[in-house]
């Protein structure tokens, strides 16, 4: 698939804001948000993977305010004053439940597990292995997060204080994601 005469459509996500800010012409980009704060800010929340550069590049922007939309930091801040349109749904958000463990989890999770170092910053994927893999690093210690999906097994090792981000040399003491998916309480 090609965009414009040269350039072809890359499969990377990192790719995608400059897709959306050189190539796309986007009428209306529209985004759930958190409530806005007293400087006049909501929070892009769970997703902000190219949104924020959408919502800076397109014509229109309209937002759809949830009280259940956690408020998050970063690059997914978008000011009252970038809005055209902001109506209020109050729905809760769509969970992501964990399926039951299999037995090649506990398997292949404490495998990886133990070729983790402590202090690694891990990017861990969705579904079960994963989330076993987070399982048999509990033991570990100052692991650091940057990922693209956040997830119910990594909020686990950060609760538990065994991801804290005290050794990364990138954004310390901060996990870096794109897109948050799992529970209510995740």
């Known amino acids: 698939m090609k ?10 996500l990192h790719q995608i804001p400059l897709i959306v800010s050189d190539y796309m012409d986007t009428d209306i980009a529209m985004a759930t948000v958190s409530p806005m704060d007293k400087a006049g800010f909501f929070s892009l929340g769970t997703a902000n993977d190219y949104f924020s550069t959408a919502a800076r590049h397109c014509k229109r922007l309209f937002v759809e305010v949830n009280r259940n939309m956690p408020r998050v930091f970063g690059d997914s801040l978008i000011h009252i004053s970038e809005v055209d349109v902001v109506v209020e749904n109050h729905v809760p958000l769509m969970e992501l439940c964990i399926a ?38 509990m033991d570990h210690k100052d692991l650091g997060i940057h990922t693209e999906m956040l997830t119910e097994g990594m909020v686990n090792l950060i609760e538990a204080g065994v991801a804290n981000g005290r050794r990364k040399n990138l954004h310390p003491r901060k996990h870096v994601y794109t897109t948050a998916a799992g529970t209510k309480h995740m």
């Open 3 to 12: 965009v414009g005469l040269n350039y072809h459509v890359p499969s990377y």
């Open 100 to 137: 039951d463990a299999k037995p090649e989890d506990d398997i292949i999770g404490p495998a990886i597990a133990a070729m983790v170092p402590d202090g690694a910053t891990i990017q861990l994927g969705i579904g079960n292995l994963p989330n076993a893999v987070a399982r048999y690093l």
